[in-house]
């Protein structure tokens, strides 16, 4: 289980590939042949979040978070009135820690090195997939392998969200108002003083009372970055907003779509403005991707065919530019994104599309049955994983071929490689 927001994998491919032109997979192993894959395998399915190993995939954990790296999954189940959090090695999948918690609580954020994650109270009467039920006040558990629970009573309907990268704060979406939610602002919470605090300016300076960023809960998806320091939010559907600059400089921009940038370790955040047509068209078709070597983000609106690259290295250092924005191929169905050094893999409904996104060439189109749930890269960039109903297909990543299957019964969303 996920904040609200649809989490996505961060990349991790070490290497570029060759490719060749176009070509039709459908000539290659046969759907359904067994492989082994070389990663495990994060995936949603229907009744959970599993992790696929080898050729096996693991038993659905119905309450499960992730720590940002990956490397660490905390899983809850009820134990009658209380909690059992298992903290578990996702690429082995051994646990590494079991502790009971007084209380029922669920999962809702993994700090970047598996030591943390931050749980609250199961979602009450009124809940949807965007909106917390309405309250006065949020209880939230933090719990690690080695530390003692600390339980917080924060005034507010909060949301846990992310760690700071050192894990001595939480972020937390703060639904405003509490107890009838309709947008939130993100705040941060310290962990030694229990203080809830506003976010810093790209600046570096704390945001004045009044000017913080107020968002919906529409058309949300969030990727860190490979070294886990930045959190990359896209919004979409967001025509009345108004940034923390805006608020200051009292104007708005009516802007349809940004990407909210949240530095996990100086603790600021800045919107970068994706032109139109982004934001438009619907949620699904849209998607976000970070470059493995943290130098670019890139937001994909497959309707329209546009791919906004935003330069990462002058956001991290307080210069930001606007995005580029080049064409790439229009495509129906959910959108999705895997990126590699200076290529992106990209999906609609029924074929993967190989882009150098400097300038959106398309290096090879590869047909893929079956209706595309998501894309993932290996480590060493050799093989794509594409999500598909009740399997994931493995491909050659150089040329598209298919090496072969791994069922995966009720798959939902192919979420990452680690």
Known sequence: MMTRRRLLATAGIGTAVALVGCRDTTGTK????????????????ADGVTAVRGARVAPALAAGVLSLDGARLFSAEAAGDDTTLHTIDTRSGSVVDTRRLAGRWVPRAGSADGRLVALTAPDGPGATAFLPAGRRRTEIVVAGADTEPVRLDLPGNLVPDAFTAGGDGLFVLDWLPATAPRHYRVRCVDLASRALTPLNTIAKVPVPPGAEEEMAGEG???????????????????????????????????????????????????????????????????????????????????????????????????????????????????????????????????????????????????????????????????????????????????????????????????????
Not at 306 to 323: D, F, R, W, Y
Not at 350 to 363: A, C, M, Q, T
Request: aromatic share 6%; proline share 6%.
């Open 220 to 418: 949300r998806l969030a990727v860190f970055n490979p070294g886990q320091s930045m959190l990359y939010t896209l919004y979409t559907h967001q025509p009345d907003h108004r940034h923390t600059r805006d608020r200051l400089a009292g104007r708005s921009t009516g802007v349809h779509a940004f990407v909210h940038s949240l530095n996990l370790i100086a603790r600021w955040a800045y919107c970068v403005d994706l032109p139109a047509p982004f934001g438009e068209g619907t949620g699904t078709a849209h998607t976000i991707a970070a470059d493995p070597d943290e130098r670019s983000v890139y937001v994909l609106d497959a309707a329209s065919g546009s791919l906004a690259v935003i330069n990462a290295a002058l956001l991290g250092s307080g210069t930001p530019e606007q995005p580029a924005v080049v064409s790439v191929p229009r495509s129906g169905g959910t959108a999705y994104a895997a990126a590699a050094r200076d290529l992106l893999f990209l999906s609609g409904d029924s074929s993967v599309h190989v882009v150098r996104p400097r300038d959106g060439s398309v290096l090879a189109t590869w047909p893929v049955a079956g209706g595309i749930r998501g894309l993932a890269a290996s480590r060493d960039g050799s093989r794509l994983y594409v999500g598909l109903p009740d399997r994931v297909a493995v491909l050659d990543a150089a040329t598209g071929t298919g090496l072969g299957d791994v069922a995966v019964a009720g798959l939902v969303t192919l979420r990452r490689a680690i």
């Open 30 to 45: 046969p759907a359904g042949t067994p492989v082994s894959v070389g990663d495990v395998l994060v995936v949603d399915v």
